[in-house]
Nanobody, 114 residues
């Protein structure tokens, strides 16, 4: 059964940083594009970044230059380094396969507030 476990969220002041982690239990991890998604209050879930098997990273405009996605194929892990956080980054963050999503994990809450 495919499972994603996200961690690393918390409360941070504007301008602060957080590093999110995602542990993925699926045996094809090394051969798929992985993504980080988020769902803000009253909003639909949206993609923020994805990383290909080649380690090429692609970002949505809203986070470009502030977030960095990475992966460790030896550990089936995906990371999201978030810098210069803004209140509008407040959301529950999830990882999943890009496009062809599996069941969603619990996510990790990120709150940016002073």
């Amino acid at each position: 059964q495919v499972q994603f476990v996200e961690s690393g969220g918390g409360l941070v002041q504007p301008g602060g940083s957080l590093r999110l982690s995602c542990a993925a239990s699926l045996n094809i991890f090394n051969s798929i594009t992985m993504g980080w998604y988020r769902q803000g209050p009253g909003k639909t879930r949206e993609l923020v970044a994805r990383i290909l098997t080649s380690d090429l990273a692609i970002y949505e405009d809203s986070v470009k230059g502030r977030f960095t996605i990475s992966r460790d194929n030896t550990k089936n892990m995906v990371y999201l380094q978030m810098n210069s956080l803004k209140p509008e980054d407040t959301a529950v963050y999830y990882c999943n396969r890009y496009l062809f999503n599996y069941n969603w994990g619990q996510g990790t809450q990120v709150t940016v507030s002073s």
